[in-house]
């Protein structure tokens, strides 16, 4: 039942995007649109992990700490300076537990929060101004076993979430942020207190007049795509490195984790993949940047068991022109958290979690030919609940290949 009633909201947003007229120009956003901002921020994250933490007859006299963390959400501006916010804060690498009992076991403890909060801005300057934030998270943990036996146990609660923190304004759109987020102990699930501190900024999504709004858009100088095809095949056989990289896992010389810590990785390791994908566009600027919404279909078959799965998700596109020249446009592009249902769960006997999740993209492509009718784009894909829950072993799909057909 599941299943189908995806297949037939993939339908009918396709049928809508293809048949909708826009009554507005592409570079005006729409109402809801207008009142959206997404912030990125990264920091110092706290907890006191501690041998207080595992059973009787376990400890450990030192512990590896990466306080290395990020702080990503979006926003929905209900008033000026009242919003609602949803985002995650997690760090970039695990807490671990360094050779337990000193008989050689290295053991490490997951942390993860998804948050909905509401934030109140203060007016203190025309440019700065004081922020508090209240609301709830998902908090989940994933303890660790050894010889079977579980020495911290996984918990799965929910908790209240506070901060504070300073926004300036540097103009209509961009605002730097510093932030303080809080979560208190939970005695009942044996979880420290979680803090962070972290810096970043805040990209808000504006209204422009009607009559700059008309002249991007009939600006030739620039080529946005408001409709792409494209076809995609993937193999493991050029082996995972990209994702490790940007999901800060490479291993380089004595670099245990080597990379930037953007994206991620995946237990299951898909070895062949093949996806088809549509987007089309919904906002962009009059060079820099556009929105996309989309729908795809992948299929992949996976390393350890040569188990086939399908992939039906719904995707919001940010793409970002780096290079504009006579022959081509070059763009990276990102997505995250895709509502996405898989075919199978549990995949290669991993606890890959329920088989509704996200999906997430990256990629580096171009646009090319008369009218920048052809696309090409190297591309890595994951997918997983976003450790949502404490069963997230996710599936990471190595480069793929893409081609595609802008109309």
């Known amino acids: 039942m ?58 450990t006299e030192t512990f590896s700490k990466n306080y290395f963390s990020g702080k990503l959400g979006f926003g929905y501006k209900i008033k000026e300076n009242l919003a609602l916010q949803f985002g995650v804060i997690r760090p970039a690498s695990w807490f671990k537990y360094d050779n337990v009992n000193n ?19 203060i007016n203190l300057t025309k440019k700065l101004s004081f922020f508090g934030e209240v609301g709830a998270a998902n908090v989940t943990r994933s303890g660790f076993s050894i010889e079977d036996k579980i020495i911290y146990d996984d918990a799965h609660f929910g908790s209240l979430l506070y901060g504070f923190g300073f926004n ?11 932030n303080g987020t809080f979560f208190p102990k939970s005695d009942k699930h044996n979880q420290p207190s979680i803090s962070q501190t972290s810096v970043g900024f805040e990209y808000h999504i504006q209204k422009i ?17 408001k409709n792409i095809l494209q076809v995609s095949y993937g193999t493991s056989k050029i082996g995972f490195g ?17 990379g930037i810590p953007v994206f991620w990785v995946g237990d299951v390791k898909a070895e062949n993949s093949f996806s088809i994908t549509y987007q089309r566009l919904a906002f962009r600027t009059q060079k820099l940047f556009s929105l996309d919404w989309g729908v795809s279909v992948t299929a992949f078959n996976t390393e350890a068991t040569n188990t086939n799965v399908f992939a ?3 995707f919001p596109t940010m793409r970002f022109y780096l290079m504009r020249r006579d ?38 492509g171009v646009f090319f030919g008369e ?13 997983s609940n976003g450790n949502i829950f404490t069963k997230n072993s996710g599936v990471a799909i190595p480069i793929q290949f893409t081609i595609g057909k802008t109309f």
């Open 2 to 59: 599941k299943k189908n009633m995806l297949l037939l909201s993939f339908f009918m947003i396709i049928s809508n995007l293809n048949s909708q007229e826009s009554k507005t120009p592409k570079t005006q956003p729409s109402k809801f649109l207008s009142n959206f901002y997404y912030s990125v921020n990264f920091g110092g994250i706290f907890y006191p992990f501690s041998n207080d933490n595992l059973i009787e007859g376990y400890k």
């Open 103 to 121: 008989i050689g076991y290295y053991r490490s403890v997951w942390i993860n929060a998804w948050y909905l909060s509401l934030k109140k801005n």
């Open 168 to 178: 300036y304004q540097l103009n209509d759109r961009w605002k730097l942020a510093l």
């Open 209 to 225: 007049p009607e009559e700059l709004a008309l002249a991007y858009e009939n600006d030739e100088r620039y080529f946005f795509p």
């Open 242 to 258: 990209a994702n490790k990289f940007f999901g800060m896992s490479l291993k380089v010389g004595n670099f245990e984790s080597f």
């Open 312 to 314: 039906f998700s719904i």
């Open 327 to 364: 022959g081509f446009d070059m763009y990276t592009n990102y997505s995250l958290i895709g509502p996405t249902y898989l075919t199978k769960s549990n995949i290669d006997n991993l606890e890959t979690g329920p088989k509704i999740t996200y999906q997430d993209t990256m990629g580096l």
């Open 371 to 383: 009218k920048r009718a052809y696309n090409a784009e190297l591309r890595i894909m994951h997918y």
